[in-house]
């Protein structure tokens, strides 16, 4: 990290990072470590969730825009949280908490049952190789805790700029029961909330559609 990065983490993390209780590994989740959104917050708010933040550009983006619901940004890379609470603590910005952990254990284990109004997984890595695309994140699996965490007509919203990869969203998100598109045709509009990130600009410079989805819990 750079200078910024550790002294943002060593200053902001007490108030933004969120402490949680640990499995085997330095980002699990130990079962059972459930939050109260209400507590962690300080107030009852509509919560958006974005899984793999990154940088916090979208995150800290839709935090300030936002300033009546609570974000919670998802991400496993220590640097990466530590942007995101050095722009966040330069915007001010009280309604953004972060957890560093592994996005499945933080749906299941850390978010209560129906806790969620918005889901974002934005440009979340493609494992583009072929002996590699089983790590993907949205599976079967990540569909069923996506909708266990999401509210009733939630909203779950995706962006990729890798065309097989979209294929296979819209794929798993259409047989996932307890979810519906929320869009007509084939793809979904660009969501307007989400910042033009330097993930979305490199796809664009490489002549790759972006390709957005949304998806509804049902009541």
Do not use: C
């Amino acid at each position: 990290m750079s200078e910024a990065q550790q002294r943002a983490w060593a200053e902001v993390s007490p108030r933004m990072l969120i402490p949680v209780e640990r499995d085997a590994a330095s980002t699990s989740i130990r079962e059972g470590s459930t939050i109260d959104p209400a507590a962690v917050w300080g107030r009852t708010a509509p919560l958006v969730v974005e899984i793999g933040s990154g940088q916090g550009h979208a995150i800290v983006h839709g935090a300030s825009a936002r300033p009546d619901a609570n974000f919670l940004a998802i991400e496993v890379f220590r640097a990466g949280l530590a942007r995101t609470m050095l722009d966040a603590d330069r915007a001010g910005l009280t309604n953004l908490r972060l957890v560093e952990g592994n996005a499945p254990e933080v749906l299941e284990y850390l978010l209560p049952s129906a806790s969620v109004d918005e889901l974002w997984v934005f440009f979340p890595d493609p494992w583009h190789k072929k002996k590699h695309t089983k790590r993907r994140l949205v599976t079967t699996e990540f569909a069923a805790l996506a909708a266990s965490v999401l509210r009733p007509d939630g909203v779950l919203r995706l962006a990729t700029d890798w065309q097989d990869y979209a294929d296979q969203m819209r794929s798993v998100m259409d047989a996932a029961p307890g979810v519906v598109r929320a869009f007509e045709g084939e793809w979904a509009e660009r969501y307007e909330g989400r910042v033009l990130t330097a993930f979305e600009r490199k796809g664009v410079r490489a002549g790759r559609e972006i390709r957005d989805l949304t998806y509804r819990r049902t009541p």
